[in-house]
């Protein structure tokens, strides 16, 4: 053997034995000395039975230790307690051990440990920095019972039968202060009895945990308030909600936390129940510190959840049962964190049932399913809540709804909605409008845009009652396409805008103080209206009517056979118009009654012009065209005996662009032409015009009547002028007027022959011979053949009356200058004298009577018989000259 090898195997020799000296020594150290050393060294009193020490690779090896804190009230370091039946580690590190008070170790086992750790206060007072006294790349724990407090002495964590395997375990403050008392790679963990307080209001118990290959399972988790309502709305009276969960069972698995990022996957949530108690505090937002917190949860299920939301006086605000969901790739971060829904994910999928919301109004749903592209909900039940206070309420009920949705997504914190369609199927029930506030202009909020392209209602029936108005729809069937809601330029509100609708219901009904209005079937589209058996009923009699009415007002009785029209108008959007082409109402019958017993009504009255020009929107008819229809006028006074009565059959009118003066290139003039038989006995033509843009609002009017039987207009003149004609006929009557809304003025002309009148008491029976004669002597019963027209002047028009009244003062002058004769003022006044010489005469008769009736009741003597004679000889000549006046 050469001489250097020889010295080499006798240094390792050397070094050997001095190596196995040293950690003979060092054992022995150890044994005897470190307990002390630790006392006087470090902030704990450690014992233990045996302990063996490898100093060449830091091993060590020690069985039942005891640890206790030399001063259990020092915050500043971390407090134990407790024993360990045996300790295992690997790779210790011994210098930092002594010389920087740390303890690390690479591998560390505990066997049965009975631990109770007092983390130190988050931030030393001296250093402002925190402290890290423990550093463990791996851990293992066997049967082990740790609890955690806080510096405070509060107890944070707990947990029994503790079997835990963990890799790079970190327990620092720092993890503490997200909210994460341990944080690890990769891990292992059964245990029993887990409990975790994060503050003072919560804490968090936990049955049983148990990881088997990765997955965990975890058995009746609970989050459980420390406080009582009452209790908590006393002492966090700013807090908002107060929370209560129960999970029977959960699992998931790949459990990773590291700093700031929790994520796992599977997750498997069963029969869990959640409730939340609202306090009713208003929450106030703050600016928030963005959390660069983060969670990844791979696939989420959520099975058979109950979920309820109390009010702030404990009666329930929200309650769903039977919840499942499950969700794909969850995630939250710093970057959703800014965004309006502060999560992500890849998909998701929910269904619940029995679900209840209780406010001022009720909702109650049967089930419901959704998806990010669509959704169902089944049994919906609409119903007032028990305060409304003025709100609109809806009671109404649908078996389902449907819908599919192509996009849903937020750009810039602005939601851009894409919906396919929408389906709703047999609603049926009430809206009742609440009170009319004055319109506030409002936000358009997050919306950014939304698209419905389609919306169906399918066979429902639907009321919107508006103080006890009821507008009822039955069988309704509509579908509207192209629904686009967006901010209005000006960021006030939102303008909508329905490319295309079509809408039928039968059985239509709307409800009045004084009306019924209804109507067989409805058809309406964009460009095509079809009404069938129209109709406006009245609700009350005449003479109800006349009761409920401070003034004067008409009564209609209306019914229409068909309406329909074609064009195009658009009813929904901020640019409102009507533009038909043609409309054309069928086999109408209208009653228009009016009482004068009503005081008259003292509001100024606008001429059809005028009300058309303060339409709001672009209207405008191209042709209107009633046919074949009846128009009844009548009207009673306090002194008629029934009403007259004005019928106008067979009544044919054409309209040409009928308009509100707002469509841009459109005429403006309208023109009228009605044809009709008056009375059922002659024909009636009239030709009406007016310029709705005319601001002076002119109109001309004329028209021509003929072959009228003049007891033809006793049905309208006998009951409330005690006055009949008894013979002659209206040849031809032409009239050619031109007004605006100070009068009227033109021509008339009438052709009759053999007009005769009487004069009927106020019983309408009994005629009265010398008024009837006095009426004739005046009235021209003939015109002649060629009558000339008489000009109509100087019409005045009451703006508190109608149109129709200034016409029918034109119609009167002219009929008082042709049956009466030009000089209307002077006739009259002839009549007026005479009628006041049979008011003297009758004073006259009635003296005599009461004279003659005392020279009755007295003695007559030769003197009184002579006198008497004398007396009724002046009679008799008194009665002569009446006669003649």
Not at 274 to 297: A, D, R
Not at 453 to 481: M, Q
Not at 485 to 504: A, C, E, M
Not at 720 to 741: C, D, R, S, W
């Amino acid at each position: 053997m050469k001489k250097w090898v020889k010295r080499l195997l006798i240094s390792f020799g050397i070094l050997a034995a001095l190596l196995l000296a040293a950690n003979f020594g060092l054992n022995f150290w150890l044994k005897t000395q470190l307990p002390t050393y630790i006392k006087n060294n470090t902030d704990y009193r450690v014992s233990y039975k045996s302990l063996d020490v490898d100093f060449s690779t830091g091993n060590i090896l020690a069985t039942g230790i005891s640890v206790n804190s030399k001063n259990p009230q020092n915050a500043n370091v971390i407090g134990l307690q407790g024993t360990i039946d045996t300790l295992k580690v690997s790779r210790f590190g011994i210098y930092d051990a002594i010389f920087n008070k740390t303890i690390s170790s690479s591998d560390l086992l505990l066997a049965k440990p009975n631990l109770n750790v007092i983390l130190a206060k988050p931030v030393d007072q001296k250093t402002g920095k925190k402290r890290n006294p423990f550093l463990f790349e791996n851990i293992r724990i066997n049967t082990g019972k740790i609890a955690i407090f806080k510096h405070t002495k509060q107890k944070f964590l707990s947990v029994q039968q503790l079997d835990l395997l963990v890799e790079n375990l970190q327990m620092t403050e720092e993890s503490v202060e997200d909210k994460l008392p341990v944080v690890f790679d990769r891990y292992s963990i059964k245990g029993q009895n887990f409990f975790f307080r994060p503050d003072d209001v919560y804490a968090v118990t936990i049955r049983s945990i148990n990881t088997t290959d990765g997955q965990m399972a975890v058995e009746n988790f609970k989050l459980i308030p420390l406080l009582s309502f009452a209790q908590f709305k006393r002492f966090y009276p700013q807090k908002t909600q107060l929370f209560e969960f129960t999970i029977p069972k959960m699992e998931f698995k790949d459990v990773v936390l590291n700093k700031n990022k929790v994520s796992l996957s599977d997750a498997d949530f069963q029969n869990p129940v959640f409730t939340v108690y609202n306090t009713g505090v208003k929450n106030i937002k703050k600016e928030e510190k963005k959390s660069n917190f983060e969670v990844n949860l791979e696939n989420i299920k959520l099975k058979n959840a109950v979920a309820q939301v109390n009010k702030a006086d404990g009666s329930r605000f929200l309650s769903a049962g039977n919840l499942n969901l499950n969700i794909n790739q969850l995630r939250f971060n710093k970057e959703t964190s800014e965004q309006v829904i502060p999560v992500g994910y890849k998909d998701f999928t929910f269904s619940g049932k029995d679900i209840i919301y209780a406010d001022h109004q009720n909702i109650a749903i049967g089930s419901i399913a959704l998806k990010p592209t669509s959704g169902e909900i089944k049994d919906l039940s609409l119903t007032p809540g028990a305060q409304a206070n003025g709100k609109t309420t809806i009671d109404l009920k649908s078996n389902h709804i449907a819908f599919n949705i192509n996009k849903l997504e937020f750009i810039n914190k602005k939601l851009n909605l894409d919906i396919k369609d929408v389906l709703i199927e047999n609603a049926n029930g009430i809206i009742n409008a609440g009170e009319s506030k004055p319109k506030k202009t409002t936000s358009p909020g997050i919306l950014q845009s939304a698209i419905i392209r389609k919306v169906s209602l399918k066979n429902s029936n639907i009321t919107y009652d508006k103080g006890k108005e009821p507008l009822a729809f039955h069988d309704l069937n509509a579908t509207v396409n192209d629904i686009e809601i967006s901010p209005k330029t000006n960021h006030q509100g939102l303008s909508f805008r329905v490319k295309d609708y079509f809408l039928t219901t039968r059985n239509f009904a709307y409800r009045t103080q004084f009306y019924n209005l209804s109507l067989g079937l409805l058809k309406l589209n964009k460009n095509k209206v079809q009404i069938n058996n129209f109709a406006m009923k009245p609700l009350v009699s005449r003479s109800q009517f006349i009761k409920m009415i401070p003034v004067e007002r008409d009564l209609y009785d209306l019914k229409a056979g068909q309406i329909t029209a074609e064009g195009d108008w658009d009813l929904f959007s901020d640019h409102k118009f009507i533009n038909a082409s043609h409309m054309v109402v069928q086999s109408a019958d209208a009653n228009i009654f009016r009482s004068k017993i009503p005081k008259d009504d003292p509001k100024i009255k606008a001429l059809y012009s005028k009300m058309l020009r303060s339409i709001k929107i672009p209207m405008n008819i191209n042709t209107l065209d009633l046919k074949n229809s009846v128009l009844v006028y009548e009207e009673d006074t306090p002194e008629s005996m029934g009403p007259g009565k004005l019928t106008f059959s067979n009544f044919n009118m054409n309209v040409k662009n009928l308009n509100s003066a707002k469509a841009k290139g459109k005429p403006t003039k309208v023109d009228i032409n009605i044809n009709c038989s008056f009375m059922n006995l002659s024909p009636l033509s009239v030709n009406w015009g007016f310029d709705v843009a005319d601001q002076h609002d002119t109109f001309t009017i004329s028209g021509k009547t003929s072959n009228l039987p003049a007891n033809g207009i006793n049905p309208f003149i006998r009951p409330y002028l005690h006055v009949t004609a008894t013979a002659g006929t209206i040849q031809e009557m032409l009239f050619n007027f031109k007004g605006n809304p100070a009068g009227l003025h033109g021509t008339f002309n009438l052709k009759h022959k053999d007009l005769k009148i009487a004069v009927l008491n106020k019983n309408n029976h009994e005629k009265k011979g010398f008024l009837t004669a006095v009426a004739n002597v005046f009235l021209k019963s003939n015109s002649g053949n060629y009558p000339e027209s008489v000009t109509v002047e100087n019409v005045e028009r009451d703006p508190t009356k109608s149109f129709f009244n200034l016409f029918w003062k034109g119609i009167e002058q002219g009929l008082k200058k042709t049956l009466i004769g030009k000089n209307v003022e002077k006739t009259e006044q002839k009549v007026k004298n005479a009628v006041s010489s049979v008011k003297d005469m009758k004073q006259s008769v009635k003296s005599i009577k009461e004279e003659i009736k005392h020279k009755k009741d007295a003695s007559p003597s030769p003197e009184d018989k002579k006198e008497k004679t004398g007396f009724l000889n002046g009679i008799f000549k008194k009665k002569e000259n009446a006669e003649e006046k």
